[in-house]
């Protein structure tokens, strides 16, 4: 199976900073990436698929970039709205899998 | 627009089964496959497997096999999840989400879940 590290597993930001996620691949998936919001108690959101293409309806201050194993999802000026947990899935080969998941919290 | 509900609430005791159910609207159903992720409470996403709709072939997750079968209902675009053996770890709640795929003679590539049901918790209690 192909394991998903992300990092970090948590981070404090404040409304208008640059947020990095990175997520590493156990073993190259070429752009088969794809990025998830999440908020308490709510299902997972499409934010990005194929590493970089956004989904439809999805804010620009959102981008996904990275090929082979390591991966990115910046936010460009956190918004309110963004304070959730964030996945990467790797969509390569079954079994898919996903990363552990990085918590966005208020600093 | 395009919407996944599913059913309510279950709670089971050790070794017995479940099934939820998840019925789309508002696409053609069999355009897309339905996949099924669980959450344990407090964890992460954890992807379960997946049902093609066209020909109601499957894709289930190593862990769930032989205890997991997923099928569907074309004449109600409804897809069930069955679980049997429940074990108090598989508390959890079950998502469906709608699954854009592709399959070639290589086999079937799943591209993303863009629409997801509302959940299901499941809860495994003696």
């Known amino acids: 199976d192909i394991q998903m590290t992300q990092s970090p597993s948590s981070v404090s930001a404040s409304v208008g900073d640059r947020v990095t996620i990175t997520c590493r691949a156990s073993?190259?998936?070429?752009?088969?990436l794809a990025w998830y919001q999440q908020k308490p108690g709510k299902a997972p959101k499409l934010l990005i698929y194929?590493?970089?293409s956004l989904q439809s309806g999805v804010p620009s201050r959102f981008s996904g970039s990275g090929s082979g194993t390591d991966f990115t999802l910046t936010i460009s000026s956190l918004q309110p709205e963004d304070f959730a947990t964030y996945y990467c899935?790797?969509?390569?080969?079954?079994?898919?899998?996903f990363g552990g998941g990085t918590e966005v919290e208020i600093k | 627009q395009v919407q996944l509900v599913q059913s309510g609430a279950e709670v089971k005791k050790p070794g017995a089964s479940v099934k939820v159910s998840c019925k789309a609207s508002d696409y053609t159903f069999t355009s897309y496959g339905v996949t099924w992720v669980r959450q344990a409470p407090g964890q992460g996403l954890e992807w379960m497997g997946w049902?093609?709709?066209?020909?109601?072939?499957?894709d289930y997750a190593q862990k769930f096999q032989g205890r997991v079968t997923m099928t569907t209902d074309t004449s109600t675009n409804t897809a069930y999840l069955e679980l049997r053996s429940l074990r108090s770890d598989d508390t959890a709640v079950y998502y469906c989400a709608r699954a854009r795929f592709d399959c070639t003679s290589r086999g079937c590539l799943l591209y993303f879940f863009d629409y997801w049901g509302q959940g299901t918790l499941v809860t495994v209690s003696s």
């Open positions: 049902i093609n709709t066209v020909n109601g072939n499957t």
């Open positions: 194929t590493a970089s």
């Open positions: 073993q190259g998936i070429s752009s088969w």
């Open positions: 899935q790797q969509v390569n080969s079954f079994p898919l899998t």
